[in-house]
């Protein structure tokens, strides 16, 4: 009976020691403290494209209407032929634009210069369009990167598409695009006229947000270059 008992011990023993294993294996101990295990990556939330559902479009290259939609993470154009159920990449090409019939939005392939000086040459939502002033909207959705909880207080974040706010930039007399933020970088680009916009811009109360001002501004810039 006692040589029965020591067996049961010794096997309770074991499994407690398996037990206790398999657990320190499952939860990492770093200094002292225990920490949750790291969770299995999930698909980003969120959308890379400025509209999710493919629009009707017409390239200003051909005389055909294709239903395109803008991926603003990649600055690509997707085409989608319902009849043979693909998606295609439309190419880079110079001086050919994509214009959604239904909205009016027009995108023009440009080479512009951003506030960093990097030069890109990608598309742009055009605003105003004069034959010496073009003034773009640039849109774009970068990719926020999933946070992994550091405790058990803290919850898993996948990674999430969101959107930034809109750029814009303006083209004189057919030069590259370059990028303002304000009335004043705007004035700069025309020294000789720099008081003048400054005090049309003030007079008409114009926000340099707003795409219906900066229209107005086109039509104003054009007639003075």
Not at 19 to 29: G, I, K, N, R, Y
Not at 135 to 152: C, D, G, N, T, W
Request: charged content about 25%.
């Amino acid at each position: 009976m006692k040589n029965l008992n020591l067996i049961f011990t010794a096997a309770a023993i074991v499994l407690t020691t398996g037990l206790a294993s398999a657990q320190v294996q499952q939860t990492p101990v770093h200094s002292g403290q225990i920490y949750v295990m790291k969770e299995k990556s999930q698909p980003a939330t969120g959308s890379m494209f400025i509209n999710e559902k493919y629009m009707p479009a017409r390239l200003s290259n051909s005389d055909k209407t294709v239903l395109a939609r803008y991926n603003a993470y990649s600055d690509k154009f997707e085409i989608s032929n319902p009849l043979d159920g693909t998606n295609t990449i439309l190419p880079l090409q110079k001086d050919v634009s994509v214009n959604f019939t239904s909205t009016g939005d027009t995108y023009v392939l440009q080479q512009y210069k951003t506030d960093d000086d990097e030069i890109i040459n990608g598309y742009l939502n055009l605003v105003s369009d004069k034959p010496n002033v073009k003034i773009f909207k640039r849109e774009r959705i970068y990719l926020q990167p999933e946070v992994f909880p550091a405790s058990s207080y803290q919850t898993y974040k996948p990674a999430n598409y969101k959107k930034v706010n809109d750029e814009f930039y303006i083209s004189l007399k057919g030069q590259d695009a370059v990028y303002f933020s304000s009335k004043k970088d705007l004035a700069k680009l025309i020294p000789a006229k720099s008081k003048e916009i400054l005090s049309f811009i003030k007079k008409n109360k114009l926000d340099l947000d707003k795409e219906a001002d900066l229209e107005q501004l086109g039509n104003y810039l054009d007639g003075i270059l």
